[in-house]
């Protein structure tokens, strides 16, 4: 006769995925910024706060193509993204049918590379082109893991599964459509569910299921929105939080609360005023904080609640923000690197601004997220070197940093691991340590 799995069966399946998983949170950089999508590395210590092309190099690999995806580590393996053949330069970009998508492993320990895959772009793509798609080109979706699985992300050419020996699992396409700008969203897991937001492709947000990649659910109505969805905790259960334009004419956008089991809407308050938003919110004790817009507004809302909850659950709006990079909350203040070199500090209690100061030299464009780690905050320009600054309250500016051999664009996050920097340049991924 046939036997069923017993429910003590299935949950102690359900217990082992969940515990993979979290043994990959709690010792790895599983997603885009790290551990809950926060930039922070909580745990880190010793790490440095000078290199170049010889200083605190524990290794150098040259990688396949460029890319703005950051890295994420898994026990001993580091993936990351890159793409060729068309794009690499904006003199002689190419042809576009020659577009190529790579899925780089590493060795964490030594940089050699283990395996990587290759994949040829549906076509039409977004042109590279003027100030466009030129500032960050065809590999800039951050992969995630849950220590048995590494997902990955590339606009019209759709969302892999891989193992981690590189046996492709599933391919799954979440739309057809393209922009100037291009793809540059992250992806989040949930449990069984890997949550796309395909707001370029489809105007939507899709969660799949991570054994089989079929929907298992969608959100219509994502317009323009570039920022990469986040889990947030309230009252011991979670919420999937997202920055979204109204669309339209309308320069305006809400912060909603979704069920990440369901996608169904929760609750809404009044965002940053845009028609476009690229910065991920982030969380501490149940209040997300958002930033974004032309016209640089942050906001702090209570999560939960249900329906429009703007009058009751709204903390503060202040006219400061980035148009680009995400914030990161440590220690009571919320730290904006404006994509133009401003450094902002503020009070994440009441908004009120601690100091607002310049980096010097001017870095030019800054599109990578920041990150805090061992008392400092870490945050790469594109053209002219990371910055590092004192994770204070008081701005002190500690170093800047470049590769003399080197002067390839960063727009990547910078990834952490065992108490050393991984960080990718257009042209290859460093372990940085002392």
Known sequence: MDKKPGLWTMGAVALAGMLT????????????????????????????????????????????????????????????????????????PGEMEDLKRHLVCADRSSGKILW??????EQPESKYSGANNTRHGYASSTPVTDGKQVYVFFGISGVYAFDLNGKQLWKTNVGSKTHGWGCATS?????????????????????????TGKQAWKIDGVPKCWSSPMLVDVGGKKELVMSI?????????????????????????????????CPSVVSHDGVVYSIGARKNTAVAVRAGGKGNVTDSHLVWTV??????T??????????????????????????????????????????????????????SSQDNGTYVIEAKPKFKQ??????????????????????????????ALYCIGK
């Open 21 to 92: 998983t979290l043994m990959a949170e709690g010792n790895d950089w599983t997603q885009f910024r790290g551990p809950g999508g926060l930039g922070i590395a909580e745990a880190a210590s010793g790490l440095p706060a000078t290199w170049g092309s010889k200083e605190n190099i524990v290794w150098k690999r040259d990688l396949p193509g460029p890319g703005t995806s950051s890295p994420i580590v898994v026990g001993n393996k580091i993936f990351v993204t890159c793409y060729s053949g068309y794009g690499e330069s904006i003199d002689e």
């Open 116 to 121: 990587q895959k290759e994949f040829k772009a």
């Open 187 to 211: 992806l989040l897991l949930h449990e069984r569910r890997l949550i796309v937001n395909a707001s370029t492709e489809s105007e939507s947000v899709v969660a799949l299921d991570v054994k």
């Open 245 to 277: 334009p109204d669309g339209g004419k309308a320069k305006t956008s809400k912060i909603k609360g979704f069920d990440p089991a369901t996608g169904q809407e929760l609750w809404q308050c009044d965002g940053p005023p845009d028609s476009y938003l």
């Open 319 to 324: 006219g400061e923000g980035s148009n680009v």
């Open 326 to 379: 995400s914030p990161v909350y440590l220690d009571g203040h919320l730290y904006i690197f404006h994509e133009k070199g401003k450094v902002v500090c503020l009070d994440a209690k009441s908004g009120e601004t601690v100091f607002e100061e310049s980096l010097s030299p001017s870095p030019g464009l800054v599109y990578a997220s920041p990150l805090a780690a061992d008392g400092k905050l870490y945050a």
């Open 398 to 427: 500690l170093a800047v940093n470049t590769f003399k051999d080197d002067p390839s664009r960063v727009n990547a996050c910078i990834a952490v691991s065992k108490n050393q920097l991984i960080l990718r340049t257009d042209k």
